[in-house]
């Protein structure tokens, strides 16, 4: 696994706990012959937070697109369901899969970032990554970027007319 020079001890521990996780639910949708999916993992350490990881994974219905959401937003709204109110996320792990020519990590969308932002303000650490099926498994997080979501979602949390 490369890892970014400032990738820190929380950041190893939860991506950590997204490789034990993550091949589980890999091999359940390959037993029912279903393709791999983006996974996210949320997690809260500031004073409020347990530090526990909630897995996302998307929802996409086949007839209704428009109503379905993404791995981090399931992630997100994990962590709020089972965390103290007020709690913000500080870490989040979006792994994606791609094929074995393209390893390049995978990103949250915008809406995704808008909603990270959004939960967990401009320091939240984005570690993205991917996954590659192979016959007998996967290559789980080739790389790894570490990202905050500031610098995702820059204009944010600034006026752009002052």
Same mark, same amino acid.
């Given at each position: 696994?490369?890892?970014? $020079?400032?990738?820190?001890?929380?950041?190893?521990?939860?991506?950590? *706990?997204?490789?034990?996780?993550?091949?589980?639910?890999?091999? !359940?949708?390959?037993?029912?012959?279903?393709?791999?999916?983006?996974?996210?993992?949320?997690?809260?350490?500031?004073?409020?937070?347990?530090?526990?990881?909630?897995?996302?994974? +998307?929802?996409?219905?086949?007839?209704?697109?428009?109503?379905?959401?993404? &791995? !981090?937003?399931?992630?997100?709204? =994990?962590?709020?369901?089972? !965390?103290?109110?007020? *709690?913000?996320?500080?870490?989040?792990?979006?792994?994606?899969?791609?094929?074995?020519?393209?390893?390049?990590?995978?990103?949250?969308?915008?809406?995704?970032?808008? &909603?990270? $932002? &959004?939960?967990?303000? +401009?320091?939240?650490?984005?570690?993205?990554?991917?996954?590659?099926?192979?016959?007998?498994?996967?290559?789980?997080? +080739?790389?790894? !970027?570490?990202? =905050?979501?500031?610098?995702?979602?820059?204009?944010?949390?600034?006026?752009?007319?002052?």
């Amino acid at each position: 696994m490369d890892l970014p $020079a400032d990738t820190t001890e929380t950041d190893r521990e939860l991506l950590s *706990t997204a490789r034990d996780r993550i091949p589980s639910r890999c091999r !359940e949708r390959r037993a029912a012959d279903r393709g791999d999916e983006l996974f996210a993992l949320v997690r809260a350490d500031d004073e409020t937070g347990s530090g526990d990881a909630y897995l996302g994974v +998307p929802f996409e219905p086949p007839d209704a697109p428009s109503a379905g959401f993404c &791995a !981090e937003r399931h992630a997100l709204n =994990r962590l709020q369901l089972a !965390e103290p109110p007020g *709690t913000r996320p500080t870490h989040v792990v979006v792994a994606g899969p791609v094929p074995d020519d393209d390893r390049r990590p995978t990103f949250p969308c915008g809406t995704c970032r808008d &909603a990270i $932002a &959004a939960v967990g303000g +401009p320091d939240v650490t984005v570690l993205a990554t991917c996954f590659v099926r192979q016959p007998d498994g996967w290559a789980l997080f +080739p790389t790894v !970027e570490r990202r =905050r979501v500031e610098e995702l979602v820059p204009d944010r949390w600034t006026d752009p007319w002052g």
